[in-house]
């Protein structure tokens, strides 16, 4: 599967991609450390900076294909309970470029995640919006603590999948078999416990036997005792970029806490196939 990243950040998204299976051809992200983060872990994905102005004839003309699924973090300041929540009056609700995007690139998939404010300021909007567009849809709020992080940090992730699928040749629709899951049955689509914690591909030691120091038990073995993501205070003290790196850090999504998501994306597009 081909995917494009939108308010891609420092990549946790994109992480939990890669650990299914599922292939970044494209970025977008302004920031200018969260770039030098992306360009170093995938220096041949291009990146664009600007939402607004990324449309599906500049991707075709840049020769990036069809896309599969679109997935971002859209911005969350209107939203939280941390700000204003100014909702669509805020000059960062930019849930309508994301969904501008969905309509022209019509991927198959569509993963948005979002602040547990979100549940009761705009998701009842962006659910109505993926529905007009012919999308199944279902909402769940997954926190890090899930996945053993040391802290709570409720997440909403909204799962889309289109209705139907076109074949180029007929031009022709055919419903597609995940809908009874998004409505709530999951009876063929399963996972095991280990599948929520792959082998990284960077920044973690992994070791078959398991950890018996610090806060937590498990095969994840790391200086600072923080089984799925790093430690906030190693970048606290006189290291370079520190603010912003700690801006990454809160900005991020814990790769581990999306990512069954996206393994049972890939189960159900493997049954599909089939």
Request: net charge neutral; hydrophobic share 35%; proline share 7%.
């Amino acid at each position: 599967m081909k995917a494009l990243s939108l308010f891609s950040g420092i990549g946790g998204i994109d992480l939990a991609c890669e650990w299914a299976g599922i292939e970044t051809v494209a970025f977008c992200e302004r920031e200018p450390f969260p770039q030098k983060v992306l360009r170093k872990h995938w220096p041949e994905v291009p990146i664009y900076d600007d939402v607004c102005t990324l449309t599906k004839e500049r991707l075709e003309a840049d020769g990036i294909g069809t896309i599969d699924l679109i997935h971002g973090g859209y911005p969350c300041q209107p939203f939280s309970y941390s700000g204003k929540r100014k909702g669509k009056v805020d000059d960062r609700y930019l849930w309508p470029e994301y969904f501008r995007l969905v309509k022209e690139l019509k991927p198959r998939w569509v993963v948005g995640e979002n602040v547990a404010g979100h549940v009761t300021l705009g998701l009842d909007e962006a659910l109505s919006d993926l529905e007009g567009a012919g999308y199944t849809n279902r909402a769940f709020i997954i926190p890090a603590c899930a996945v053993d992080a040391p802290h709570r940090r409720d997440r909403v992730f909204i799962v889309a999948h289109s209705a139907g699928e076109r074949f180029a040749e007929t031009g022709k629709h055919q419903p597609s078999r995940p809908k009874e899951w998004l409505a709530g049955g999951c009876e063929n689509v399963s996972y095991s416990y280990s599948q929520l914690s792959p082998k990284p591909r960077f920044a973690w030691e992994w070791r078959e036997q398991p950890c018996n120091r610090g806060l937590f038990t498990g095969n994840w073995i790391n200086p600072y005792n923080w089984k799925p993501e790093p430690s906030v205070g190693r970048v606290a003290h006189g290291i370079a970029d520190w603010v912003d790196r700690l801006k990454g850090l809160g900005n991020a999504v814990v790769p581990q806490q999306i990512y069954p998501i996206f393994a049972a994306i890939m189960q159900i597009e493997a049954m599909n196939a089939g």
